[in-house]
């Protein structure tokens, strides 16, 4: 929808106009765009040194998960995508080894 808004400044007269970008119809085409394709040949696993009281907020808020013959919690997906709590306790883990 285009909003326009006339301003009487004195001698002049100054139109302004502006597209509302809640429009229904903006809304209805950001909708009905496909979601981006995450290639699985890009997803990685990343190891976590997690201790046992940390594990059930990690599952729960990070979706890690634990690798029974590793004996070791991890992570799978893109490294641009990796949550912030995840980088950080990434980087502990690089900074201890």
């Keep these: 929808m285009k909003v326009t808004i006339q301003s009487d400044r ?3 007269r100054e139109k302004y106009e502006f597209i509302d970008s809640d429009d229904d119809d903006s809304v209805k085409s950001v909708k009905s765009e496909k979601p981006p394709v995450i290639h699985t040949a890009t997803l990685k696993r990343y190891d976590l040194n997690i201790e046992f ?3 059930d907020f990690y599952k729960e808020h990070y979706k890690i998960y634990w690798d029974n ?3 070791t919690w991890y992570w799978k997906g893109q490294i ?3 949550p912030h709590g995840l980088r950080l306790k990434l980087k502990k883990n690089e900074e201890s080894e």
């Design 69 to 71: 013959q590793l004996k």
């Design 80 to 82: 641009s995508k990796i």
């Design 10 to 12: 004195g001698s002049k």
């Design 53 to 55: 009281d940390e594990k």
